[in-house]
Every structure is written in structure tokens, then in C-alpha cells.
């Protein structure tokens, strides 16, 4: 990838090799600010759903098209951010769309119908389709040249930012209105982003001229593309239960089993403080058992888990399943985009991230007209379903990795046990 090539030439021992480590250490701590802002923005949002349902006065189908509006906003954006990313680099589009995600927070409590929401929140899903691949191409790149599997370490973050805001959207959700929440997350917001975006900045690398070490072009051919085509439905298939369980959890909860509201919207703190345990092991899940197992482990958890949460009779049977979906579903996603980074660099995380992403997004939509046909608990079982889908594809895959040689023979593959133990040894 390019800012790796970059990075490589101060390593210990080499021109510059005093700096290197701290300046990795430097980028990695702000690149993992962003993952949590994002993920605490993201919450935030969604905990205030049903405040901001029933402001608009619309019905479950009516919420679920103006939901369509964030992905609509997010998987156009992300068509174009690998471009973006190539032209600025990664860092420029992260700090860009992270104000811009900040500043539309103010913007759905605004509302007073569900078209209006709708309009609002594609702005909002530009800015959240922007900031997840330009993330996810400088941690790409980042892991390459820490040379270790720490991906999933990164989306911890985004989880642990996820369970802060759902807490302390849970908190407050009696005490304040939409309106004052999410204009506060909106300061908070552009206040991080000011105090990170420095040290991220600082490693803006210009992109350099085409040589044996550049990365895969960025309209993918041949079975490379089709690698990353399938990491990315692996990638839907998993963000689909992300995205149901943060507009869809707190509204189960509290409509189908009666839950206070701050009990309703633990449900989803509950689910990102599992995907965050299920994360930062997850470097030591993928050294020790590798992609495919970890992959097939963890859609087979999540299905059973989600089975639970969706049809059990009583609240904390239902928190529990949502705690064994979040342990599940916690490495897939990490693992499928980093593999499609390592793949195609760029064009690879912009490709498996907007299916990945799009999955996530496009899922509450789906998941709002399944509710009004049949029912929400009957809707939610599709995220079990689609996770036993994720687990199926991973394990026929198991064999289809072998391409990443292509991209750049001397590279270690992120998350592959093998590569990182030889790295360690020649390291």
C-alpha cells in the first residue's frame, strides 16, 4: 500500500529507525480515536430512535425508508471514497468526514416528518459511509506495517465508542430531549476531532509513482475481484446484525417485551461491550486459530445468539442472546475488510466495505418492512439466518486466499497465523 512503502524506510537499525516506532505508535493511537468517535457518534444516534420515531410520528415502514436515507448517503459515498482516498490519502478524508459526521448529528431532532428525516439522513450517511472506509484504508495500511493482525483492535474501538454513547444515551434519554443529546455529541464531536486529526495528519504521504511494490490497481480484475467480492458479502452478511441491533434492539425491547426505556437501550450497550471483549482478543483468536475458523466460529455464535435475543419471552434472556450475537459477530467484519485491503489496498476496502457497510445500513430498512408484514422478533431471526450465511461462505473460502500473493508478494496477510508468527521470527 502506499503510505507503506513510505513507513518502511525507517525501520530499527535503518536511516531514520529512532522514529519510525514512535510516529506507528503516534498514528495508530489517533487512528483508534476515530474508530471510538465513530462508533460513540454512531450510538448516540441510534439510542434516540424512538424519541425521534415518535417526534416524526411515523410507523415502522415509514422509519425504515427514512433510515434508507443513511444508506443511500453511505454506500454512494463510499463508490467514491477509495478514489478520495488515493487523491488526498486516507488520513485528509478521515478528519474531513468526521467533521462533517459531527455537524450532522444536530440535524435529525430538526425533523417533524419522515421525509424530512429521511433527507436529513443522507447527509448523515455520506458522512458515516465517508469516515468508515477512509478508516479502514489507513488501518489497512497501518497493519502492514506494524506487520501483526491488529485490525480487529481498531474496530474494538469503534465498539467501545458504540457501548459509551448507547450508556450515556441510556442516562440521559429521561433527562434530555434529542435536540440538546445530540447537539452536545455534535461539540463533543468536532472537539475530539480537533485534539486527533494533528497526529493523523502529520502522516499524509504522497502517494508514489507506480513501481513492483505498488498496490493492486484500483479497478480490480479477475479473481482478485471476485476475493473481494466475496469478503464483502462475508462483510454484509455480519454488518446486517450490526446495523438491526442499533436501530432495532432498544425498540424490541422496549415494544415487545416491555422494557424501561433506559433497560431498552442497554440492550445495544450490552451488544457493543461484547463486540468490544470479542475484539480485543480477537489478535490472539486470529494468531491461534487463523481466518477460516475464527470466521466459521463466529457466525455459528452469533446465529445461536440472535435466535435467542429475537424470540426469547423475557428481557434479560433476550440481553443475554444479544450478548452472545456481539461475542460472535465481534471479528467477521474486521477480518473480511482487512482481508480485501490486503487483497486490493484502497479499491479493496472501498469495494468490501460498501458491501460490508451497505449490509449494515440497507438491513434496518429491510428489517422495518419484515416488522410491519410479520413481526419484529420474526425480522430479527434474519440476522441469525444471514450470520450462518457468513459462516457457510467463510468455511466453502477457505481454500480461495492465496491471490493476496498478487497484490504484493512480500507482504504478511493480516490476520493470517502463519504470516505473522514468520514476521515475528524475521522481525
Avoid at 502517494?207 to 490497481?217: C, F, L, M, N, Q
Avoid at 450490526?242 to 422494557?259: K, T, V, Y
Avoid at 489478535?283 to 475464527?294: M, Y
Avoid at 466460529?297 to 435467542?308: E, F, I, P, R
Amino acid at each position: 500500500m502506499p503510505l507503506l512503502n513510505k513507513l518502511r524506510t525507517a525501520v530499527p537499525g535503518g536511516p531514520g529507525g529512532n522514529t519510525a516506532p514512535a510516529s506507528l505508535s503516534r498514528v495508530r493511537i489517533a487512528l483508534t480515536v476515530f474508530f471510538a468517535l465513530d462508533g460513540f457518534l454512531f450510538a448516540g444516534w441510534v439510542v434516540r430512535i424512538p424519541a425521534i420515531k415518535q417526534q416524526t410520528g411515523a410507523s415502522a415502514s415509514d422509519l425504515g425508508l427514512a433510515l434508507l436515507g443513511v444508506s443511500a448517503g453511505a454506500v454512494v459515498t463510499m463508490t467514491l471514497t477509495g478514489r478520495l482516498c488515493r487523491r488526498y490519502g486516507s488520513p485528509a478524508v478521515t478528519v474531513c468526514s468526521a467533521v462533517l459526521l459531527s455537524l450532522s448529528m444536530a440535524l435529525p431532532p430538526l425533523t417533524h416528518s419522515a421525509l424530512a428525516l429521511g433527507l436529513v439522513l443522507l447527509v448523515f450517511g455520506a458522512a458515516y459511509g465517508g469516515i468508515n472506509v477512509a478508516m479502514n484504508s489507513a488501518a489497512v495500511d497501518l497493519v502492514a506495517a506494524l506487520r501483526r493482525p491488529v485490525m480487529p483492535g481498531f474496530h474494538a474501538a469503534f465498539s467501545l465508542g458504540g457501548m459509551v454513547g448507547a450508556g450515556l444515551g441510556g442516562l440521559v434519554a429521561g433527562g434530555l430531549s434529542p435536540t440538546v443529546h445530540l447537539l452536545a455529541l455534535t461539540v463533543a464531536g468536532l472537539a475530539v476531532t480537533a485534539l486527533a486529526a494533528p497526529a493523523l495528519l502529520a502522516h499524509r504521504t504522497p502517494v508514489p509513482e507506480a513501481g513492483p511494490r505498488s498496490p493492486a490497481p484500483a479497478r480490480l480484475t479477475g479473481r482478485t475481484r471476485r476475493l473481494v467480492v466475496l469478503f464483502g458479502v462475508i462483510a454484509l452478511c455480519t454488518a446486517y446484525g450490526e446495523g438491526a441491533m442499533a436501530d432495532w434492539s432498544a425498540l424490541h425491547l422496549e415494544q415487545d417485551l416491555h422494557a424501561h426505556p433506559g433497560v431498552a437501550a442497554a440492550g445495544y450497550s450490552l451488544f457493543a461491550l461484547a463486540m468490544t471483549a470479542g475484539r480485543l482478543s480477537g489478535t490472539l483468536l486470529l494468531e491461534r486459530l487463523g481466518q477460516t475458523r475464527t470466521l466459521v466460529l463466529g457466525g455459528a455464535t452469533a446465529a445461536v445468539g440472535m435466535l435467542v435475543g429475537a424470540l426469547a419471552p423475557t428481557v434479560w434472556a433476550a440481553l443475554a442472546g444479544f450478548a452472545v450475537a456481539g461475542l460472535g459477530l465481534a471479528n467477521i467484519f474486521p477480518v473480511a475488510v482487512g482481508r480485501a485491503g490486503a487483497l486490493a489496498g484502497p479499491a479493496g476496502v472501498a469495494a468490501a466495505s460498501t458491501l460490508g457497510y451497505g449490509g449494515m445500513l440497507l438491513g434496518p430498512p429491510a428489517i422495518g418492512f419484515l416488522a410491519d408484514w410479520f413481526s419484529l422478533p420474526a425480522a430479527l431471526t434474519t440476522v441469525a439466518l444471514l450470520a450462518g450465511g457468513a459462516a457457510a461462505i467463510a468455511y466453502a473460502a477457505r481454500h480461495a486466499s492465496a491471490p493476496g500473493a498478487e497484490v504484493n508478494r512480500h507482504e504478511p496477510v493480516p490476520g493470517d497465523a502463519e504470516h505473522t508468527r514468520t514476521a515475528a521470527r524475521q522481525g
